[in-house]
């Protein structure tokens, strides 16, 4: 499974900017998908999570109200809406899918693959 995670790019603070992450290498099958980041000198951190079916959407407090996360009707396509960035959301985002672990959706441990990250760069 090879995950292509793009989007990222320089915005002044109070910007926006869309992550798209695309999924491949294994048919069939539809799967729960996340988002962290990390900064430099600190650890990779949850960002949001989108259930199989889209249905259910989990958010770090820090980005609650700001950012969406989104998928594709079909396949293991998600999508990461930031609005009013902050200088303080400067990091490398990865997204990652569970496709054989359900466990907590917050975990790093609890993903079984990983995006190579986009570079996200708020500045004030």
């Known amino acids: 499974v090879q995950l292509q995670a793009s989007g990222g790019g320089l915005v002044q603070a109070g910007g926006s900017l869309r992550l798209s992450c695309a999924a491949s290498g294994r048919p069939g099958g539809t799967w729960a998908m996340g988002w962290f980041r990390q900064a430099p000198g600190k650890e990779r951190q949850f960002v949001a999570h989108?259930?199989?079916?889209?249905?259910?959407?989990y958010y770090a407090d820090s980005v609650k109200g700001r950012f969406t996360i989104s998928r594709e009707n079909a396949g293991n396509t998600i999508y990461l809406q930031m609005n009013s960035l902050k200088p303080e959301d400067t990091a490398v985002y990865y997204c990652a899918a569970q496709v054989y672990n359900s466990a907590n959706y917050a975990w790093t441990n609890s993903y079984d693959y990983w995006g190579q990250g986009t570079l996200v760069t708020v500045s004030s």
């Open positions: 989108i259930s199989w079916n889209g249905l259910n959407t």
